[in-house]
């Protein structure tokens, strides 16, 4: 599986940003997908969620209200809509997908990131 984001860029603080992660390979097997984000010296935090059929969703509590997470699995697309942008959301936001294969052997679990996009909201 393959993960491309898109999207990020400089916006100011109020304004709206979409980004985009195009995945490609074997996306039969995606389950659940993710957006984390890493702002300089932090770590890695996860964002949003969304479960593989994408009724089930979950937020960060510094996001809710403000950011939207959805899927269209026929486009094997992955997006993270950014409302009310803040300064503190500056970060490289990430692509994330958890692939579950069952097999004859059985099950065996994969984690696939993206290579990340720059989001910067300036005050």
């Known amino acids: 599986v393959q993960l491309v984001e898109s999207g990020g860029g400089l916006v100011q603080a109020g304004e709206s940003l979409t980004l985009s992660c195009a995945a490609s390979?074997?996306?039969?097997?995606?389950?659940?997908m993710a957006w984390y984000r890493q702002a300089p010296g932090r770590q890695r935090e996860l964002v949003a969620k969304?479960?593989?059929?994408?009724?089930?969703?979950e937020y960060v509590d510094s996001v809710k209200g403000r950011f939207t997470i959805s899927r269209d699995n026929a486009k094997n697309t992955l997006l993270l809509h950014m409302g009310s942008l803040k300064p503190e959301d500056t970060a490289v936001y990430y692509c994330?997908?958890?692939?579950?294969?069952?097999?004859?052997?059985?099950?065996?679990?994969?984690?696939?990131w993206g290579q990340g996009t720059q989001v910067t909201v300036s005050s």
């Open positions: 994330y997908a958890y692939v579950l294969v069952t097999t004859i052997e059985g099950r065996a679990d994969f984690d696939y």
């Open positions: 390979g074997r996306t039969m097997d995606i389950n659940a």
């Open positions: 969304i479960s593989s059929a994408g009724g089930t969703t």
